[in-house]
């Protein structure tokens, strides 16, 4: 494979078999943003039989709460959120189709499962890069939840973003992987 492999993000999950942990991607196309209290609204919806107001079928989702444009910019600064804080709520939603996932930090086994299960990603992006990522976004628009403010879901276009395979649909997982490299050294 070469160094980045280059992927649409609406084709991620048709081609989750092609990526294996550590592997490097530069996504492009649409992710929707979704934290915390997004992902609690999701839950809530789906509790009471109601739609998301995302098309989860395939979606990749950014776990992201980006700042405010600056003048000239469709964004502020967006780099990831610790994504163990969605882990309660993602086997659902890989359950009911989402392709990927895009965060920082490790994943539960329960997630882990779900992705294999699903066979879906998850993709890590590079912590404390935010101002660097909002680079890679070329669009930025609020489609839910706007009383959230940097919370809100919002639709992103996203261009050549650089990240790695973090779980792969194989059950690979690069932290776990990572420590046991380290050990053995």
């Known amino acids: 494979m070469p160094e980045f492999a280059r992927v649409d993000a609406q084709e991620l999950k048709a081609r989750s078999g092609e990526f294996h942990c550590g592997d490097k991607i530069l996504l492009t196309g649409y992710v929707y943003t979704a934290r915390d209290a997004a992902h609690k609204r999701f839950a809530a919806l789906l509790d009471e039989g109601k739609e998301l107001p995302i098309p989860i079928e395939n979606a990749v989702i950014y776990y992201a709460g980006p700042t405010p444009a600056p ?10 959120t610790t994504a163990g804080r969605m882990d309660r ?9 989402l392709g990927g ?11 882990v499962d779900a992705v294999v ?21 070329k669009s930025c628009e ?13 639709k992103l276009y996203v261009e050549d973003f650089p990240l790695v395979v973090a ?19």
């Open 142 to 154: 609020v489609v839910a939840f706007e009383d959230l403010g940097c919370e809100s879901v919002k």
């Open 89 to 97: 709520f993602a086997p659902r939603l890989l359950d009911l189709g």
């Open 101 to 111: 996932m895009i965060g920082k930090g490790e994943r539960s086994k329960e997630v």
């Open 167 to 185: 779980d792969d649909c194989q059950g690979n997982d690069i932290f776990k992987n990572g420590r046991q490299q380290y050990c053995t050294l």
């Open 117 to 137: 299960r699903n066979k879906a990603i998850y993709l890590c992006a590079i912590g404390g890069a935010g101002a660097l990522a909002c680079n890679c976004i």
């Open 71 to 80: 003048e000239g910019r469709p964004i502020g600064s967006c780099g990831p």
